[in-house]
Structures are given as C-alpha cells and as structure tokens.
C-alpha cells in the first residue's frame, strides 16, 4: 500500500516555510524522505527509524509519529535550491512511496 | 568513492523485445532494489535483490526478472516489451537492509516504440 503525500504542490517565496505529510494505512516502522530535481535521481534526505524521533539535515527536518502511522517533513527559511519533488517512502524491504509532492521556491 | 551506477543511460527498443539494464551498488552496500518511475509519479518497487537472491518482489510481471552477481552488482531484465514498459529505471543500493540510507543511481531511460 502506497503512502499518501499532502499537498500535491507548494509554491513559496524564498525564506518562507513549507510543511509536507506523508501518511500510511499501515503500520509505519520506518520512512524515507527524498528530493528528486527535473531529469535527475530520487536524493536521500535522512530516514526515521523510531515513533517520536525528529532528525535535521541543514535547514530541513523530519518528524515521526509511529502512532498516527504519519511523518512530516519541515522546510523553513526556503531557499531556491529546495524546489524539486518530495517523495516519502515507506517499507522495509519494499519500499513503497507517494506521488510526491512539488515544491517550487521562487525568488 | 563511486556511487550507484546504472548502465546504459538511454535505451529505445521496439515492442516484442528484451532489454537488460545493470547496476552497480555504491561501495560497502550488498543490497539492491529496483524501480520503475513514470513521468511525473513516483518510483514504484520491481523488487529487490540481496545475497544474490530476489529477497521481494513488487506487483510486475514475470517479464520482469533480475539478478545479482557475488560482487552484488545487478541485472534487471524486460522481456515482450510493452508500450507501457517505457519509464527510468532506478537502482538503489543500501547496506542489509531499508532501514540503512537508500542511494539512487542515475537512472536509465527507456523508451519503447
């Protein structure tokens, strides 16, 4: 089962924040996050391992709520090198992801 | 240290035909996986190989088969193309399993006439 993605498109001014979810009818044991750019390959961001964690990576940051079976990931203080499309992953040797989600950061 | 490698970069093939994409892991991962992605969606799990042996399998066809090689590089193979065949296929590599970092390779285009 693939996870949901919200919302399917942003568009921000630099310096402004973003919020993205992904959530799962199933239980979550761990999630993945990627950037992927027009013509190039999915980028690992950083991966959730257990319910409660948060991690950061620069100016972005990731949060997992195991019980809700959601994860959100947070983009603050945009910058123009974040525009791409954000995929969520879930699985453990199956990795299922959502539709993504656009983000366009204009100047 | 080389990342994941995917080889060729493009590919155009006619309906009825077989095609075989490879992959190599980034260096010190023993796992890969491969993914169709559509223009415009996201990737979606073929299946996924690790001590040379298809550890999962995805909803695809029997068309779609693999392998992995001792030094855990990787073939996927296509056969009776489809129309519908035609996408970038991804190879990622990790180290055991997907709860480890996930690197992608760059992909190869293929394009079915």
């Known amino acids: 089962q693939q996870p949901v993605q919200s919302p399917q498109a942003v568009i921000l001014r630099e310096g402004e924040d973003a919020v993205i979810n992904c959530s799962s009818s199933?239980?979550?044991?761990?999630v993945h996050w990627y950037r992927q750019k027009h013509g190039e390959a999915p980028v690992f961001l950083m991966i959730?391992?257990?319910?409660?964690e948060q991690k950061g990576h620069e100016k972005i940051s990731a949060s997992f709520n195991e019980k809700k079976q959601q994860s959100s990931l947070y983009l603050t203080a945009s910058q123009l090198s974040y525009s791409g499309t954000y995929f969520c992953?879930?699985?453990?040797?199956?990795?299922?992801f959502g539709a993504g989600t656009r983000l366009t950061v204009k100047p | 240290d080389a990342g994941v490698t995917q080889s060729p970069t493009h590919l155009i093939k006619t309906r009825g035909q077989q095609v075989t994409l490879r992959c190599s892991p980034k260096?010190?991962?023993?796992?890969v996986s491969w993914y169709q992605q559509a223009l415009g969606q996201g990737p979606q799990f073929i299946f996924q190989?690790?001590?040379?042996?298809?550890?999962q399998r995805g909803n695809f066809p029997d068309r779609f088969s693999g392998h992995q090689f001792p030094n855990y590089s990787s073939e996927l193979n296509v056969n009776a193309l489809l129309l519908g065949d035609s996408a970038l296929y991804l190879c990622?590599?990790?180290?055991?399993?997907?709860?480890?970092?996930?690197?992608f390779g760059p992909g190869t285009r293929l394009t079915v006439l």
């Open positions: 992953g879930t699985g453990n040797n199956d990795m299922r």
């Open positions: 190989y690790y001590e040379e042996e298809e550890r």
């Open positions: 959730l391992l257990k319910g409660g």
């Open positions: 990622a590599s990790s180290f055991r399993t997907l709860s480890t970092e996930q690197f």
């Open positions: 260096s010190g991962h023993d796992t």
């Open positions: 199933k239980a979550l044991y761990s």
